[in-house]
């Protein structure tokens, strides 16, 4: 049973450090490549963090009902396709998407199981700091990623957990438990159980 872990968060808060660490530590995960209008950024290439395609072949692939859920986020079109899913199902790996809030509320009513996880930075204070740092963004467009913040923060309360990324390294491994933890719920090892089971019950002779 594969489980799709959606994780959300503004911008600098953390995020795609986070869910680097992760697919890095913890087994059988597998990263939802999604499709996107914009173009690259810096260094990016296609087919790693995004598929990149022009507009018009979004909306074909829309009208062909191919997207599991997209939603337009700063002007471009973002949408997670239907086949990431199926090959994670296929390889028995769990699914990680990054995606923004619309999406995580189509994907939550689609399939109901999915994990949500909110990354918060600590402060709007450090947010700011962090993306200075990072400095990718010039004045204007931090200014612009603060006041969004602002904003998205709100929809935290539409999310199973929301992960304070404080420490680094503690953030890293609370996030890797969530993980853990939702892979031993009972309603997904019950394929595991069973044979576990019946080792049981052939020494009982039932
Ligand atoms: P996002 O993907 O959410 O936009 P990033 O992962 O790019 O954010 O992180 C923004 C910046 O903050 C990066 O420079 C990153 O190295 C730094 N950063 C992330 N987490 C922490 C943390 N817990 N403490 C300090 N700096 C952090
Ligand atoms: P960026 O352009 O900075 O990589 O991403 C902008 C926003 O789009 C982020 O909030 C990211 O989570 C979101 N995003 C990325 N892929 C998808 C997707 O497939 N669907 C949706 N709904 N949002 C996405």
Request: hydrophobic letters at 40%; charged letters at 30%.
């Amino acid at each position: 049973m594969t489980t799709v872990f959606i994780i959300s968060a503004p911008s600098g808060s953390g995020k795609s450090t986070l869910v680097s660490r992760l697919m890095n530590e913890v087994e059988n995960l597998t990263f939802s490549v999604s499709y996107t209008t914009r173009k690259p950024r810096g260094a990016e290439i296609d087919g790693e963090a995004y598929r990149f395609i022009e507009r018009d072949e979004f909306e074909a692939r829309i009208a062909k009902g191919e997207f599991l859920e997209y939603a337009e986020v700063f002007g471009n079109y973002y949408g997670t396709h239907q086949s990431a899913l199926h090959l994670a199902e296929n390889e028995g790996q769990d699914l990680v998407l990054d995606i923004d809030v619309q999406g995580a509320a189509q994907l939550k009513k689609r399939i109901p199981d999915a994990v949500t996880i909110f990354i918060l930075a600590p402060s709007r204070e450090i947010l700011e700091q962090r993306l200075r740092y990072r400095s990718q963004d010039s004045d204007e467009v931090i200014r612009r990623r603060l006041a969004d913040a602002a904003r998205e923060i709100q929809d935290y309360r539409l999310y199973d957990y929301v992960l304070v990324n404080e420490e680094l390294e503690l953030a890293t491994e609370t996030l890797k438990s969530v993980v853990r933890a939702e892979r031993v719920k009972r309603v997904r090892i019950e394929e595991k159980i069973r044979p576990i089971l019946d080792t049981f019950s052939q020494a009982l002779g039932v």
